[in-house]
């Protein structure tokens, strides 16, 4: 199925079959595209199914499980942004605006925060967390449960360096609204209950992103019911759309160009550690211009 595509796309369909990469940005809509109640997307063509390591599998047994790590960081707490409107970035218009179904499209005050899903990555989730750690900066991460089971370790490293739990499902079905309830209830549940192996149950998973951002009120009535705030976004650069005819300049270009036109005070950022390289080098770059005009924090937790 692989014959008939440049080189360069057959190695892109290669290597996204290995890693089985699965980006948000399937249901990722414009926001124009975003409607009250269901907003259910397909995947997209680019988009490969699933594989099967993401099949659900019986819980770790409690001999499995390890420990929380000996002095986790606390989740931050970040003060009110101290930052001075400035050159017109970081005005936040008036009114407020949400997502489908309610959900959260802007942090509860001025501070902007970058949301990075469907990880943990083996290599770009360690590449992201270095530059967040070089520049004292707090981040969320919306991981997928099936990828905490595969590398705990990486969750461990996440939540000592201070950053905010997300749960993003365990296996990212973009239509996970549709599916029986009994079986949306085991899906985040049992997500929780994967990073919880891995940082101990007190670690506080307060936020929930829809895959796709797909939320409909019941699953946002479910995540409710377990604690955690439904996310969806106020900016989204596409980060994973690499455009057939772009390289890898072009694009990071073009992500970092659609983040700086949109964000805006209390903005979150969605973009994702899982399999998208380019993304990292994006912020190693924008980090810097992100500090100099915004306060960034990861979600609080309290
Ligand atoms: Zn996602």
Redesign the pocket.
């Known amino acids: 199925m692989l014959g008939n595509r440049p080189a360069t796309a057959r190695l892109a369909a290669i290597v996204a079959l290995v890693f089985g990469i699965v980006?948000?940005g399937a249901g990722d809509q414009p926001r124009s595209a975003s409607q009250p109640g269901v907003a259910v997307a397909q995947h997209s063509s680019a988009e490969p199914a699933m594989s099967a390591a993401a099949r659900p599998s019986p819980p770790a047994s409690p001999s499995a499980t390890p420990s929380a790590p000996a002095s986790p960081s606390a989740p931050p707490s970040t003060p009110a942004s101290t930052k001075a409107p400035a050159d017109g970035y970081n005005v936040r218009p008036p009114g407020t605006d949400h997502g489908p179904a309610n959900s959260v499209t802007r942090t509860a005050g001025t501070e902007v925060a970058l949301t990075f899903?469907?990880g943990p990555d083996p290599i770009n989730t360690p590449a992201l967390l270095q530059i967040l750690r070089e520049n004292n900066v707090k981040a969320t991460f919306c991981m997928v449960g099936f990828r905490v089971r595969d590398r705990p370790d990486l969750v461990r490293q996440i939540y000592a360096d201070g950053h905010t739990l997300c749960n993003?499902s365990w296996q990212?079905l973009t239509d996970l609204a549709k599916r029986d309830p009994a079986y949306i209830d085991w899906d985040l549940r049992h997500t929780n209950d994967m990073i919880h192996a891995a940082v101990g149950a007190d670690a506080p998973i307060k936020y929930f992103r829809a895959?796709g951002g797909n939320f409909t009120p019941s699953l946002v009535a479910k995540a409710t019911e377990l604690g955690m705030s439904s996310i969806y976004w106020d900016v989204d650069p596409r980060d994973w759309d690499h455009k057939p005819d772009s390289n890898h300049s072009a694009h990071i270009a073009r992500v970092i160009s659609q983040i700086k036109s949109q964000i805006r005070q209390g903005s979150i950022v969605l973009s994702h550690d899982n399999g998208q390289p380019d993304t990292i080098v994006v912020y190693r770059t924008l980090i810097p211009w992100l500090k100099q005009h915004f306060t960034l924090e990861g979600l609080p937790t309290t």
């Open positions: 980006a948000c899903d469907d993003h990212h895959p």
